[in-house]
């Protein structure tokens, strides 16, 4: 088991340095550099801040000193933000994140969960099929289209939330709605369509023999065996989610994360564009091992796979 | 050709019947037929041109003379809707065909060679899975300069993958059945056997993967418009159109619910019909 896991984490090292490979020389090949603004600088200025940032030297030398730096963790200053390091800024956006996404990626779990199980234990009466329409719904409420929504309905006819900001903990609630309802109505679909696959198999038919109730035979025979199609579905999900979405940011106006990812990208942000691609592929890595661990918990036959 | 057609249509003919049979489904797809052919026929139907102006009626609520109300602008949402969706169906089907041209070939190839070049090619798949795709998006649109055919392109690029998977997941299978042993022992040729033999057998789940790929295209579309890296202002998209809605939703909420409206009715008919069409499968 450790063996493996050691295994996969080596694995993953090319595999980032390809990702990171890749990512600095074509975010060098974009046109426009980071200091391209609206008013144009003198060249002078030009020359000296590319100077100032090494941009100056070949591309080669660039990236080796890239590298030196990501060696020992640094990732350099922002070319955006004056002042502030790349380190500095993911820290301290990313906790925003990281709270955002832990409450959704539970709220997703809890609602996609039951409503997946209760469509599949109600799969023959119209509750069942109305829950499974419900959940086919929240795949197609993107979510530009549900926070406004939210918004309209919630914070500005009932007063019930702020529309926007992040200072007090309720301010949490409709960003963190809107960004589950998503991963909530994929899990509802894994669940219910791993739980109905199951419901015609042997041991199930066994298990009603010897005269175990319905929902115990949901509980605790099916559950298990239905539930890996979601904990496979959860490394890529959490990386998203915790990681945070421009979409919920910016309509919110929330401090996060997931903005970087895309004004970087706009702005020509060179190191703050290694950063977010860093970041992003190693919780993709992370999280991908921690859903096998899981899976392995919960099937003992993947376990001895890995063990072997 | 006489294989190709026979595997291809049967699996064609039993995805339609599997769309007749379920009411709700058979709804969805009467709606999309629908919506699509009114769409593109907006030049002609819609009441306005989308860009007409009329600043004296801006953010006006419906009406009989708007439908579905004006936008800050004054211009008819309605004919916005028409025009946008003809553009939101255009980039759902043909960045569909882009990436599903990239990923049945990537994944006959990788399935069909095997060994270590199918390892290879899987792992450069996983690779790009774990890139965020919305900056390579932007890198693409940066780098290029923004051109509706490049949103397809864009778009293609990047959904492509799943479609890789499966191909060459079913290529494996396909491969040691005994029709392509048989085939192989006829002598063909390896393109012959792809061609003829397994891509016409892989039709079902093609099918299948093309089809819930155009709902997360349009989708992909959506959230670039968002961004505003979409189509060229003043030419409307629905997910341009959501954007500007929820601008302007405290004054004029008409703006954002049509447009979201007729967006998310067209997910939900296509992730209905996909499922239908993967159910059909089975």
């Not at chain 1, 074509?26 to 941009?55: H, I």
């Not at chain 1, 190693?282 to 099937?299: G, K, M, P």
Request: net charge positive.
């Amino acid at each position: 088991m450790i063996r493996y896991f050691i295994r996969r984490l080596l694995e993953a090292v090319p595999v980032f340095i390809a990702i990171v490979t890749a990512v600095f020389f074509m975010v060098r090949f974009v046109p426009g550099g980071p200091f391209d603004r609206e008013r144009p600088v003198s060249p002078e200025t030009l020359e000296a801040l590319n100077k100032y940032y090494g941009l100056d030297k070949s591309l080669c030398e660039q990236y080796f000193s890239f590298l030196k730096n990501l060696s020992r963790g640094e990732l350099g200053p922002s070319y955006k933000y004056g002042g502030w390091s790349v380190n500095e800024i993911l820290a301290e956006k990313a906790a925003v994140s990281l709270q955002l996404g832990i409450c959704a990626l539970l709220i997703a779990l809890a609602l996609g969960l039951s409503a997946g199980f209760a469509s599949a234990v109600l799969s023959k009466s119209k509750i069942g099929g109305a829950l499974s329409g419900f959940s086919l719904l929240g795949i197609c409420l993107p979510s530009f289209v549900l926070g406004p929504l939210l918004i309209l309905v919630f914070a500005l006819k009932l007063n019930a939330f702020n529309a926007m900001g992040w200072n007090a903990p309720s301010d949490a609630v409709l960003p963190s709605l809107t960004l589950a309802m998503f991963y909530a109505a994929w899990i509802a679909r894994l669940a219910r369509n791993g739980a109905i696959a199951e419901t015609s198999r042997g041991y199930v038919r066994t298990a009603y023999a010897k005269g175990a109730s319905r929902g115990r035979v949901y509980l605790v025979h099916i559950a298990r065996n239905a539930i890996q199609p979601v904990v496979s579905y959860l490394g890529p999900a959490a990386a998203a989610l915790l990681t945070g979405s421009f979409v919920v940011e910016t309509i919110f106006q929330i401090p996060g994360l997931g903005r970087f990812f895309i004004s970087s990208a706009l702005d020509s942000d060179y190191t703050m564009i290694m950063g977010c691609v860093m970041i992003y592929s190693a919780f993709i890595i992370i999280f991908n091992l921690v859903s096998d661990l899981l899976l392995a918990a919960v099937n003992p036959r993947i376990a001895s796979e890995m063990s072997k | 050709m006489k294989t190709w057609c026979k595997s291809a249509e049967t699996a064609f003919s039993s995805a339609l019947r599997n769309i007749s049979r379920d009411k709700t489904t058979f709804a969805c797809a009467a709606f999309l037929v629908l919506s699509v052919a009114i769409c593109f026929c907006a030049p002609v139907l819609a009441p306005y041109p989308y860009d007409e102006q009329n600043l004296a009626m801006g953010c006006a609520a419906p009406s009989a003379e708007h439908l579905f109300g004006t936008d800050m602008l004054g211009r008819d949402i309605l004919s916005r809707i028409l025009y946008g969706g003809r553009i939101s169906f255009a980039v759902g089907l043909l960045a569909t065909g882009v990436a599903m041209l990239i990923g049945v070939s990537y994944g006959l190839v990788s399935g069909m060679a095997g060994g270590r070049i199918d390892a290879l090619m899987m792992r450069f798949v996983d690779t790009v899975y774990s890139l965020p795709f919305t900056i390579f998006v932007i890198l693409l649109m940066l780098a290029f300069g923004r051109s509706i055919w490049l949103i397809f392109v864009a778009i293609g690029a990047v959904e492509w993958l799943t479609m890789a998977r499966i191909v060459r997941g079913a290529t494996l299978d396909l491969k040691s059945r005994q029709f392509v042993e048989a085939a192989v022992a006829l002598g063909q040729s390896k393109t012959n056997i792809m061609l003829r033999h397994i891509l016409p057998n892989a039709a079902g789940p093609i099918l299948v993967c093309a089809a819930l790929t155009v709902p997360s295209v349009m989708l992909l579309e959506a959230f670039l418009s968002f961004l505003g890296l979409g189509v060229q202002a003043p030419l409307p998209s629905w997910g341009s159109l959501v954007k500007d809605g929820a601008e302007y939703m405290e004054d004029a909420p008409w703006m954002l619910v049509f447009p979201a409206f007729f967006f998310s009715l067209t997910l939900y008919a296509l992730n209905r019909i996909g499922e239908a069409l993967s159910g059909s499968l089975k």
